[in-house]
């Protein structure tokens, strides 16, 4: 029985917006690597549908906060 899996194309490209994603907050990659959950599919790892649920809402929700606090810095600017 051959148990070699690879990564996904799908996989890949969430390693890259996990880096992505660490270099924009200062957190470390390690902690968000941690945070991959993955599927076997054939002969391929998957991300999990939960994952990559949480992760789209966690980005999104990251990005409603940098527009709340890029319009409070635009008040403040205007204010000074």
Excluded at 14 to 23: G, T
Excluded at 52 to 58: G, I, K, L, V
Aim: zero cysteines; aromatic letters at 2%.
């Amino acid at each position: 029985m051959n148990d070699t899996v690879t990564l996904s194309d799908q996989a890949i490209v969430r390693v890259v917006d996990l880096l992505q994603l660490a270099l924009l907050t200062g957190t470390d990659i390690i902690d968000n690597l941690r945070t991959l959950r993955l599927t076997v599919d054939g002969s391929s790892l998957v991300i999990s549908e939960a994952d990559n649920e949480a992760f789209h809402a966690a980005v999104q929700r990251l990005h409603e906060r940098a527009e709340e606090l890029a319009a409070e810095g635009m008040r403040n600017a205007e204010a000074n």
